[in-house]
T-cell receptor, first 114, second 115 residues
């Protein structure tokens, strides 16, 4: 039973446009949501997070939106750049304040086309 | 430099031969976790540790052991590896200060092949 779902295995976006990556979750006990970016042969790197008490968090070109009633979050990247091509993982943590690790989605491969 | 270090990066071994993948972090983090990444399955948690001598099972713990004798180290032990444990493994660490969770920092990964 998958608690964090990324239903799009891949997404292709033109350079300069907006990239929108989506994530759904089923566990209403999740407290924090995070996005990680992963290049081949490297470990995931933290991108941005949002607490369940907020509905939006921005960091430069990256914005994460959380809709708790729909159990849905999305990552917006504006404008998209070639270096953004990577696999993006949505992750969530329960009410343990991070102590019990993360539950990940299967990832979305973002391809930025010139 | 703040980092999580895993060794080895690559390992090919034979079925049944015990092995240990080491993980060390230099950030004084309380929380540490192990994950495996498989095609089409994303990252799945194997074990986690909330602090020294406190460990617990994640989603896919079968065939693995861990220990947390010191804060900085969290080795992953495969007592009798099998081919279905061929995977890419990641160690990660994190902390929580004043109710603020800072996310996990990941190591570079260990690619394990069991033949």
């Amino acid at each position: 039973d998958q608690q964090v779902k990324q239903n799009s295995p891949s997404l292709s976006v033109q350079e300069g446009r907006i990239s929108i990556l989506n994530c759904d979750y089923t566990n209403s006990m999740f407290d924090y949501f995070l996005w990680y970016k992963k290049y081949p042969a490297e470990g995931p790197t933290f991108l941005i997070s949002i607490s369940s008490i907020k509905d939006k968090n921005e960091d430069g070109r990256f914005t994460v939106f959380l809709n708790k009633s729909a159990k849905h979050l999305s990552l917006h990247i504006v404008p998209s750049q070639p270096g953004d091509s990577a696999v993006y993982f949505c992750a969530a943590n329960g009410s343990g304040g991070g102590a019990d690790g993360l539950t990940f989605g299967k990832g979305t491969h973002l391809i930025i086309q010139p | 430099e703040a980092q999580v270090t895993q060794n080895p990066r690559y390992l090919i071994t034979v079925t049944g031969k015990k092995l240990t993948v080491t993980c060390s972090q230099n950030m004084n983090h309380e929380y540490m976790s192990w994950y495996r990444q498989d095609p089409g399955l994303g990252l799945r948690q194997i074990y986690y540790s909330m602090n020294v001598e406190v460990t617990d099972k994640g989603d896919v713990p079968e065939g693995y052991k861990v220990s947390r004798k010191e804060k900085r180290n969290f080795p992953l032990i495969l007592e009798s590896p099998s081919p279905n444990q061929t995977s890419l493994y990641f160690c990660a660490s994190s902390h929580n200060r004043g109710n603020q969770f800072y996310g996990y920092t990941f190591g570079s990964g260990t690619r394990l092949t069991v033949v």
